[in-house]
């Protein structure tokens, strides 16, 4: 436990640094902050003073919701999600393609291949009732497969809209 907290701190650190990097260059810190954090938080060296660690400790009193994931905030979901967005685009209108990556992100990480306990599985984690009959045969294939993936979950998205997924219910979406 104590080194998931101290990888918090490290990644405080170094989001301070990219939103100061932001502000020299005259970015807007989503368009800037975000990605660069991600990029830099991968290659992070985990050695800090303890007078760093004390200035992160108390930057994260100061700035609680500096790393607030919450959508909305620029409309940036993560590498992981943000590579689908051109696919989600072919599939779902651009009112809904921020919605769709949004189920992406807390549905299945970005992840084509995750499985859920209840076997919903893909990248809008799709339950198995729909692929087991309720989907019209020209929605249905490989429950993986990104594309089919993703026209299957706009169908769901059009017969049922928003309440078919529970990050909806939960307020992430």
């Keep these: 436990m104590r080194s998931i907290r101290y990888f918090s701190l490290v990644m405080i650190g170094i989001a301070l640094l990219v939103i100061v990097l932001a502000q020299r260059v005259g970015a807007h810190p989503e368009e800037y902050c975000v990605p660069a954090f991600e990029d830099w938080s991968q290659e992070a060296e985990l050695r800090l ?8 400790r108390g930057l994260r009193l100061r700035c609680p919701d500096l790393l607030d994931d919450q959508p909305g905030r620029g409309h940036y979901y ?10 989600v685009s072919a599939w779902w209108p651009a009112d809904l393609v921020d919605f769709a990556l949004c189920l992406i992100r807390y549905e299945s990480q970005g992840k084509p291949g995750a ?20 989907l019209p045969a ?7 497969d990104p594309v089919t993936n993703s026209r299957a979950a706009y169908y769901i998205y059009d017969s049922q809209g928003r309440r078919a997924w529970s990050v909806v219910a939960s307020g992430k979406c």
């Design 49 to 56: 003073s303890n007078r760093l660690m004390a200035d992160l």
């Design 78 to 87: 993560g590498a992981a999600t943000e590579r689908w967005r051109g696919l």
């Design 115 to 134: 499985l859920n306990a209840s076997g919903a599985a893909g990248l809008f984690q799709i339950m198995p009732g729909w692929w087991n009959g309720e």
């Design 138 to 144: 020209k929605y249905r294939g490989d429950r993986f």
